[in-house]
């Protein structure tokens, strides 16, 4: 699985998430921007987006600057998580659409879960398209 993260890893929950994430099994690349410019850039690149995108943002004006870019994650699973949960933010994540919404007060147990389910199932998806096809 290729990953890339945004988050502010000098903050206690940034260092849990970056946590979560480098312990999973079968993580092939962690691509970890550590401020918005370097997340805005590999937006702005054409190169395609790693298959799964982690997004903690830090403020509502982190989201205001990711909406131009949603077309861009609509073509990756996304996992956004949101600074608070007020109506406002909560508004602009779903603006994004992303696939799962987490919030940074939790503990990411079930982003760790979401992203665990997400490599099985695209392991079992990929030993299904190396089988030859059946007569």
């Known amino acids: 699985m290729n990953v890339l993260l945004y988050t502010d890893q000098y903050t206690e929950s940034g260092e849990r ?25 590999h937006f702005q690149t054409p190169e395609p987006l790693p298959e799964t995108v982690v997004l903690q943002a830090t403020c509502t004006q982190d989201l205001q600057r990711l909406a131009p870019f949603r077309f861009r994650l609509e073509q990756v699973f996304f996992i956004l998580i949101l600074p608070d949960a007020e109506a406002e933010t909560v508004a602009c994540g779903h603006q994004l659409r992303p696939r799962f919404i987490a919030y940074q ?31």
Do not use: W, Y
């Open 17 to 41: 998430l970056t946590h979560s994430i480098k312990a999973l099994d079968n993580l092939e690349t962690l691509t970890n921007c550590g401020s918005m410019g370097d997340l805005l850039r």
């Open 105 to 135: 007060d939790s503990d990411f147990s079930e982003i760790e879960a979401v992203l665990k389910r997400l490599q099985s199932r695209c392991a079992t998806l990929g030993a299904t398209a190396s089988l030859p096809p059946q007569d």
